[in-house]
């Protein structure tokens, strides 16, 4: 948003009726630079809030009529006589429209209350996620082309489309803004205040050409197109039905979508195309790097459709070669047959399940080889249980213990030798023999 360097209010001015602070604010708008547009979109908001307050005077307006205002918008919309009967929409877009238009009525009553200096904050409603861009598709560009009327017609539909101008700018222009030899376009009334030179192609040449040829009263400072937006918006509604679209989707500024996304499909710079389209913010012009949902559909099934059925099949690898093994280190091949025969006996085993062919020969013979009837009531090859006497002669015979060397020795006192085993025994024999 736009904030205005405006003069600021004149003394006592909060004294005065609502009505009047609200016509001083607006005519700093327009010395400040401001369009009528913008105008009428400020004296909108700020009526709005005046209407809910009554007969209040702004000097004393507090913080709780504020957010009361803004409650009161968000649950129940604005009134009816602000609506446009005419038009019936779902209630999520209604949901959406309201909050939308409830964000910029919140950034305008602030600006209006700094201005005056009142100590009120306007909290600023969070503005909506926008919609997918909406750009028209090029049959529905030929077909409102060949639903024209008259020159008027083709003139207003190639300047849209070939120089991405706004609605405002395009009623706006007059002839001496316009340069036939260089086909360049002077944009004196932007939308921020700042001019702009964009450029035109063949289409608008020859329209222009042939509207310059029937109108040749015109004068440099005549209006080129000589028409209000409200005749602009209803020459395209009127077009949009004989050409059989959606008159919702033929508005003038999804002709400025059309222009942004046909520049960049077409290789033009984001840069390029943010200067042409007078975006302050190149996060703007971003929005256009869309494509359309029909590109999109067209660019898959050429990039996807038969992509691997089309072409020949890749060439397998080659196998991978395995070294040699050295000599010392050759693998043992075990020489197993190709069959193995069945024993003659199979036929004769009773219940028991046929041979396995897949069996090694090393155990052919136990799984093939099922014990007689005689031998079920025996124990396997395995050991058998032993009776307790086998269990006692098997068990070997207890190690002798070995007597301690000294028995009851008497504790070794610090200082006296260590009892030698010789000399211990010839003490004892001699005190024997004594």
Do not use: C
Not at 205 to 226: F, Q, R, T
């Amino acid at each position: 948003m736009v904030r205005f360097e405006l003069d600021p209010p004149p003394p006592g001015i909060l004294e005065r009726s609502n009505d009047e602070i609200l016509e001083l604010f607006l005519e700093a708008l327009r010395a400040a630079g401001a369009s009528e547009k913008t105008v009428k979109a400020y004296r909108s908001a700020i009526t709005d809030f005046l209407e809910f307050i009554g007969d209040k005077p702004l000097r004393e307006v507090t913080q709780e009529d504020v957010l009361r205002w803004r409650a009161e918008r968000l649950r129940n919309g604005f009134p009816r006589k602000r609506r446009n009967r005419s038009k019936r929409l779902d209630p999520f877009e209604e949901r959406r429209l309201r909050q939308a238009t409830l964000h910029y009525y919140t950034l305008f009553l602030r600006g209006f209350f700094e201005w005056l200096g009142l100590p009120v904050k306007v909290p600023v409603v969070a503005k909506p996620r926008g919609r997918e861009v909406e750009a028209l598709t090029e049959e529905e560009i030929l077909r409102l082309l060949s639903a024209a009327r008259d020159t008027l017609d083709i003139l207003i539909l190639a300047l849209l489309l070939e120089t991405g101008l706004r609605a405002q700018e395009a009623i706006s222009l007059r002839l001496r803004d316009i340069d036939p030899v260089r086909r360049e376009i002077r944009v004196r009334n932007a939308k921020y205040g700042e001019e702009r030179t964009v450029f035109y192609g063949d289409l608008t040449a020859a329209a222009l050409a042939k509207w310059l040829e029937e109108n040749p009263h015109l004068g440099p400072d005549d209006p080129l197109l000589g028409i209000s937006y409200s005749g602009l918006y209803k020459r395209l509604k009127s077009l949009a039905r004989r050409a059989g679209i959606d008159p919702e989707k033929v508005r003038p500024h999804v002709l400025r979508h059309t222009f942004a996304t046909e520049a960049l499909k077409r290789g033009m710079s984001l840069p390029a195309v943010q200067r042409l389209l007078g975006h302050k913010d190149i996060k703007t012009t971003q929005i256009y790097l869309h494509l359309l949902r029909e590109d999109i559909r067209d660019q898959y099934m050429r990039a996807f459709t038969n992509q691997w059925v089309q072409q020949p099949p890749a060439t397998p690898p080659a196998p991978a070669v395995q070294a040699a093994w050295p000599p010392w280190q050759q693998p043992v091949q075990q020489p197993y047959p190709q069959q193995i025969q069945p024993v003659p006996q199979a036929q004769q085993l009773g219940p028991y399940p046929p041979p396995q062919y897949y069996q090694q020969p090393q155990w052919q013979q136990w799984s093939q080889q099922p014990p007689s009837p005689q031998q079920h009531h025996q124990w396997p090859a395995y050991p058998q249980p032993q009776t307790q006497q086998q269990q006692q002669l098997q068990q070997p015979a207890p190690v002798p213990q070995m007597q301690p060397f000294i028995q009851q020795q008497a504790p070794v006192q610090l200082g006296m030798p260590w009892p030698h085993p010789r000399r211990e025994a010839s003490t004892q024999t001699g005190e024997a023999q004594t």
